[in-house]
C-alpha cells in the first residue's frame, strides 16, 4: 500500500506535501482514511483532466434545434398502460445541499410553503399509485453529505403515505473540490473538502448497485429521471412516458423555451445535445431549453454505464470554516452520455408549466407564487 506521501505526489498535490509534515500523526490519519475513502481512478481521472480544462470548446459545428414534436393524443393512455405493467420506475435527483438557500441538508427539504419539495413529489407518486392501484417504485439519489438526513426526513414523515419498501437511497460518489491550481481545498480541521460528482455517474452507480439485473427481472424497462428542485415535474408523467414508448428511442426529454443563463439544446452533426449557458454565441437565437425532465431506456442506461463521463469543472462558491470561496466543482453531466444515442425526442412542453427550478430565494418566492403557497 502506498503511503499518504506517495498517494499526493502521484496525484500533484504539491501544497498538501508542503503542509503535511507540520500534522500531528492523528491528522495524517485522517487524511489518509478520507482519501482512501474516495474512488482512486476518478482522483486520478480529475487530477489529468484538470490540466486540460481550458481546451477550447469547439461551437461552429453546432446549430439551435428549431422544431420540437407536439404530443400525440394517445401518449397518455400509452404511458398508464406502461405504469399499470410496471414497466416504469424513477429516479430523484437530489444529492445536493440547497446551500444557496441556507440549507444544511438535502434540497428536497427545502419548504416551499408548507411543503417540501420531496413531499411535493412524493404526494404525486402516491396519486399514481392510487390510480394505478399498485406500488411504483422509486429512487432516490442522495450523496453522503445528506444521506442520512434524507433517510430520516423521509422516515419523520412517514414517506408521504406511500409505502417505505418501495423508495430506495443511492450514494453518488464525491470528489475534492479544487483551486485554480488544481490543488484540493483544505478546512481548518485538516478535511478535504468533497462535493457530489454530477448527475452522469448514475449509469455506473446503478451497475455496481445491481439494478440492471434487479430491473430485468422485474420487468422495468424505461427510468424517468428527474431532479429534485423542480416542483413542477411530475415522477410519473404518462405523456411524457407514453410519448417515449411511442418513438421507442434511448432517450426522451421535455423541452422547454430557452431563456438567458441557461444551457440550449442544439445539433451537432444531426445529434442532440446541450450546450451551456457559458459557451453559447451571443449573435445566435437559441429556441429549446433543456428541462431536466429525461426518460431512458434501462437497456440504453446498462450500456451507458460501461461509459466514462468525461469531468466538467464548474465555478462554485463554497462555505470553508464560516467564509466563502471560489472553487472548482468536479462533475460528470447526464447529457454527456447522449452522444451514444441513436434517437433523441424532445417533447415540446410548455415552460410555465413543467420548468421551476427553486436554486435561490428568488426562485423559492416564485415557486410559492405559482403553486399558490405562502412563502
Known sequence: MKSLEEILYFLGQTRLLQKIPHWTFEEKQALFSQLMSLDFLSLQEQADAFKKKKIAIQQGSCTPLKNCEEPDRNDVALGKKGLREKKI????????????????????MVQIGQHSLFEILYRKIKEHQEKMGQTLFSYVLTSPKNHQKTKEFFQDHAFWGVPSDSVVFLQQPMLPFLDEQGQYCIEDHQKILL???GNGSIFSLLQTAGMYDQWGKEGIEHLVVINVDNPLSDPFDPELIGFHIRHGGEISLRAVAHRAQQGALVLE??????????????EEH???ANSGIYIFSVDFCRTL?????????VPKKVRKDQREIEVYKSERFIFDGWGYAQHIFPLKSDREKWFLPVKDDKTLEEACRVLGLTY
Do not use: N
Not at 452533426?269 to 451571443?282: A, G, N, R, S, T
Open 269 to 282: 452533426d444531426h445529434h442532440l445535445k446541450i450546450l451551456e449557458y457559458y459557451d453559447l454565441l451571443p
Open 286 to 288: 437559441y429556441c429549446w
Open 305 to 313: 454505464s460501461k461509459q466514462k463521463m468525461p469531468l466538467h469543472f
Open 195 to 197: 462535493g457530489p460528482d
Open 89 to 108: 420506475t424513477v429516479l430523484i435527483l437530489a444529492g445536493g445541499e440547497g446551500s444557496r438557500l441556507g440549507l444544511q441538508g438535502s434540497k428536497g
